[in-house]
C-alpha cells in the first residue's frame, strides 16, 4: 500500500467522521448520510484498489485510470460548481424580496 493509498484512506475516514458528527447535531437527513457514508466508502475501496477502474478506464479510451478520475472530478466539481451559483441567486432573489417588503411595511 502506496503513502497515497493510506492518505486517501485516512482522508475518507475523517470526511466519515464529519459526517458523523453533522448527523449527531441533526443537520443531514438520513438519505443524506447514507449518501456520504456511501460515496466515501466507494472513495476508499477505489483508493485501496485502482485496478477496479481499469476496465472502464480501457472501455472510455483513457490511458490511465488517473486520468477518467480526474475528468470524473472535473465533472463534478463543474456540476456542484452551478449548482451552488443557481442557489446563491435565488437567494439574493429572495433576501432581496424580503427586504423589500419590510421597507414597505415601516413606512
Keep these: ?24 447535531k441533526s443537520r443531514l ?11 466515501w466508502f466507494v472513495f476508499i475501496v477505489i483508493s485501496i484498489f485502482p485496478n477496479l477502474l481499469l476496465g472502464i478506464s480501457g472501455a472510455l479510451n483513457f490511458q490511465r485510470v488517473f486520468d477518467l478520475l480526474l ?3 472535473l465533472m463534478v466539481l463543474t456540476v456542484l460548481v452551478v449548482l451552488s451559483y443557481f ?21
Design 1 to 24: 500500500m502506496s503513502i497515497f493509498q493510506i492518505g486517501a484512506t485516512l482522508f475518507a475516514l475523517f470526511m466519515m467522521y464529519v459526517v458523523s458528527i453533522h448527523r449527531r
Design 29 to 39: 437527513s438520513l438519505f443524506e448520510v447514507g449518501f456520504w457514508y456511501s460515496m
Design 71 to 73: 475528468v470524473l472530478a
Design 87 to 107: 442557489t446563491q441567486k435565488e437567494n439574493k432573489r429572495k433576501l432581496e424580496e424580503f427586504v423589500r417588503k419590510q421597507a414597505i411595511n415601516e413606512k
